[in-house]
């Protein structure tokens, strides 16, 4: 089976940096995405990763290592409007764009 | 440039009704995926539509089948609804199928069974 793990809640404090962890054990590989979703609202494309390393956008960074089947999503001078849930999604090989979601990560930035 | 939209918002039914949710997707998008979000999880993948064909389903019962029309807009129906058929029903638009081609998804349809 598929597996994909992330924490359940993170929170950090506005202004910080807070790293979100996604483990995954999937039968192929073919990319990951990261997408955001406010409460009530769609999934949004954050950023995506096929090959090993960092991609920096903005801020927000994500990074990638295939042989460890280990991403983290970096959001740095986080703002109030980053609290969230943050969703990691696998596309398998074979699978076209089929993406398999982890539960998602709800972040909650204080004052 | 027109997003992905979704049909009803919110949607109230008993068990053992059918309904039908609908989604049109962006401009210019020839591929819909339909997922279903219960409450805290992750989106889990029901089938998708590509080309007016369906081009794979996730693991979920016969009850749950689709259409996508000439104009790539697309329908989901779900017979006999049980209560665990209650969550957020999100659709989602791509250029196409290759695996680098991202998904933009719709706001949903907020079903709940009673």
């Known amino acids: 089976g598929q597996n994909i793990d992330q924490p359940t809640e993170m929170t950090a404090t506005e202004g910080a940096i807070v790293q979100i962890n996604c483990t995954y054990q999937t039968s192929g590989f073919n990319g990951l995405f990261w997408y955001q979703q406010h409460a009530g609202e769609a999934p949004t494309f954050l950023s995506y990763?096929?090959?090993?390393g960092l991609e920096e956008k903005g801020r927000f960074s994500s990074f990638l290592s295939r042989s460890k089947g280990y991403s983290y999503l970096l959001l740095k001078e986080l703002q109030m409007k980053d609290s969230a849930s943050y969703l990691c999604?696998?596309?398998?090989?074979?699978?076209?764009?089929?993406?398999?979601f982890g539960t998602g990560t709800q972040l909650k930035v204080e004052l | 440039e027109t997003g992905v939209t979704q049909s009803p918002t919110h949607l109230i039914k008993t068990r053992g009704q059918q309904v039908t949710l609908r989604c049109s997707s962006q401009s210019g998008h020839n591929t819909v995926s339909w997922y279903q979000q219960a409450l805290g999880q992750g989106p889990q993948f029901i089938f998708q539509y590509y080309r007016e064909e369906e081009n794979g389903r996730g693991n979920f019962p016969p009850r749950f089948s689709g259409l996508q029309f000439p104009n790539y807009s697309s329908e989901l129906n779900v017979n006999a609804l049980e209560l665990d058929d209650s969550a957020l029903y999100l659709c989602?638009?791509?250029?196409?199928?290759?695996?680098?081609?991202?998904?933009?998804f719709g706001s949903g349809t907020q079903l709940s069974v009673l």
């Open positions: 989602a638009s791509s250029l196409g199928i290759g695996s680098g081609e991202k998904l933009f």
């Open positions: 990763n096929v090959l090993d």
């Open positions: 999604a696998v596309k398998l090989t074979g699978g076209g764009n089929k993406l398999t």
